[in-house]
């Protein structure tokens, strides 16, 4: 059974296009990540929500904000999407931070016409 | 200095063979460490964390070596089902995030 799920897994958007990614887990995690993969590069921290409280990674664009309304749901907003933000956007969650394994959605790729 | 600095790769191998990776971090007070393999358009999944004495799943060694701030991963008697790209990961410290590197992509021919 899948434990943290992504929607959509393909994502089509126009530049400067408002776009909601989403992320759900059965986990109980206390801790959800949102990362940004391009290709043959390592996945990058955009922000994490330790419980409610959200840390942002001081690169991450003002473009990129995130929710998170309960302890399952956690959403990627971008404002407007620019060509440069074409990736595979990858949702992670943990028990708590730092020493715990991280456990990852199957991403949700995103292109920008 | 990057942060997490993986062999580059690509690593092409023989089935059975033995095949090691290293990687490097730059934060000296990184305490946790792990090996994430990633298949191609896949998520990454935790193969194993590293611990200070070394561990040993199966055909998989990890080793950490804090004087000179590297962990290894070891792969023995290589199956082509090993073929993945794997991911170090390493904590950053001082907030605690887990920062990854590029990648070693490993590839296992009959």
């Known amino acids: 059974d899948a434990m943290v799920i992504q929607n959509p897994r393909y994502q089509v958007t126009q530049f400067g296009k408002p776009v909601t990614l989403s992320c759900s887990q059965t986990?109980?995690?206390?801790?959800m990540y949102w990362y940004q993969q391009k290709s043959s590069q390592a996945p990058k921290l955009l922000f994490h929500?330790?419980?409610?409280?959200?840390?942002n990674e001081a690169d991450t664009p003002d473009n990129f904000q995130s929710r998170r309304p309960n302890t399952s749901f956690c959403f990627l907003d971008i404002r407007s999407p620019g060509l440069g933000d074409a990736a595979m956007y990858l949702c992670?969650?943990?028990?708590?931070?730092?020493?715990?394994?991280?456990?990852f959605g199957p991403g949700t790729r995103l292109t920008v016409l | 200095r990057k942060e997490v600095e993986q062999d580059p790769g690509p690593f092409n191998v023989p089935e059975g063979a033995t095949v090691a990776f290293n990687c490097t971090y730059s934060?000296?007070?990184?305490?946790?460490f792990f090996w994430y393999r990633q298949d191609c358009r896949k998520e990454p999944k935790l193969l194993m964390s590293?611990?200070?004495s070394g561990n040993e799943d199966g055909r998989f060694t990890a080793q950490l070596n804090r004087a000179s701030q590297y962990i290894s991963l070891l792969i023995r008697d290589s199956k082509l089902s090993d073929s993945a790209t794997y991911l170090c990961?390493?904590?950053?410290?001082?907030?605690?995030?887990?920062?990854f590197g590029a990648g070693t992509r490993l590839t296992v021919k009959p």
């Open positions: 992670a969650t943990s028990r708590r931070l730092s020493t715990d394994t991280q456990y």
């Open positions: 986990l109980n995690h206390n801790v």
């Open positions: 929500y330790y419980d409610k409280d959200f840390n």
């Open positions: 934060n000296s007070a990184s305490q946790s």
């Open positions: 590293v611990y200070s």
């Open positions: 990961v390493v904590n950053h410290g001082n907030n605690n995030d887990m920062r």
